[in-house]
C-alpha cells in the first residue's frame, strides 16, 4: 500500500490500509496509514489467516431460547491489524438466523451473508498485536437444525 524510504518518507502505493513498523534502540512504534481515493471505494481485504479462531461447543440457553456459542479471535500477527474489521458467517443454515449479526455484506462474496464487527482496540484503528476478543453469538433456531458456518474475517472500507 505504501513505501517508506530511508528518511521515513511514506509514499502511497496503491489503495487499502497498511501498518508503518519503525524500530530504533530497541523501542519499537506502529502507524496506521490508510491509502484512498476520492469518489473510489477502498478495496476488501480477507484478513482470516491474521487471527486465531477458537469456537466453544454450541449449548442452548433454556431461559432464551437461543443457541449459544463462543468465539475466540487472536490477532496472532506481531504487529496491529488495522480495521475496521467483519466477521461473516458464511453457509449458515437458511432455517437458522444469527440473532446478534450487525448486518449482510453488500460488497463482500458471498453477498448476503451474516455479518459483526471486530471490536477494535482502544485506538479504535487497530486490533493490537496479540489482542484477543471474545464474542458471544445467539442463533435463532427453531427447528433444531444442525448449525454450521464458514467464519471469515474482512477489512472493510465500508460506512
Request: cysteine-free; hydrophobic content about 40%.
Amino acid at each position: 500500500m505504501v513505501t517508506v524510504d530511508a528518511e521515513g518518507k511514506v509514499t502511497p502505493v496503491s489503495l487499502g490500509a497498511a501498518v508503518v513498523v519503525s524500530k530504533n534502540t530497541g523501542v519499537k512504534g506502529f502507524t496506521v496509514v490508510k491509502v484512498g481515493q476520492t469518489g473510489s471505494p477502498m478495496p476488501t481485504d480477507e484478513v482470516t489467516t491474521l487471527f486465531n479462531v477458537t469456537r466453544s461447543g454450541i449449548r442452548l440457553d433454556r431461559r432464551t431460547g437461543f443457541f449459544v456459542q463462543q468465539v475466540a479471535i487472536t490477532n496472532r500477527q506481531d504487529v496491529p491489524v488495522p480495521g475496521p474489521l467483519v466477521i461473516t458467517f458464511e453457509d449458515l443454515p437458511e432455517q437458522v438466523s444469527l440473532v446478534n449479526s450487525t448486518g449482510e455484506t453488500a460488497h463482500i462474496v458471498p453477498l448476503g451473508s451474516p455479518t459483526v464487527a471486530l471490536p477494535l482496540s482502544e485506538d479504535g484503528l487497530t486490533i493490537q498485536a496479540g489482542a484477543s476478543t471474545t464474542l458471544v453469538l445467539e442463533f435463532l433456531n427453531p427447528e433444531r437444525h444442525r448449525i454450521g458456518y464458514n467464519l471469515r474475517i474482512y477489512r472493510t472500507y465500508e460506512p
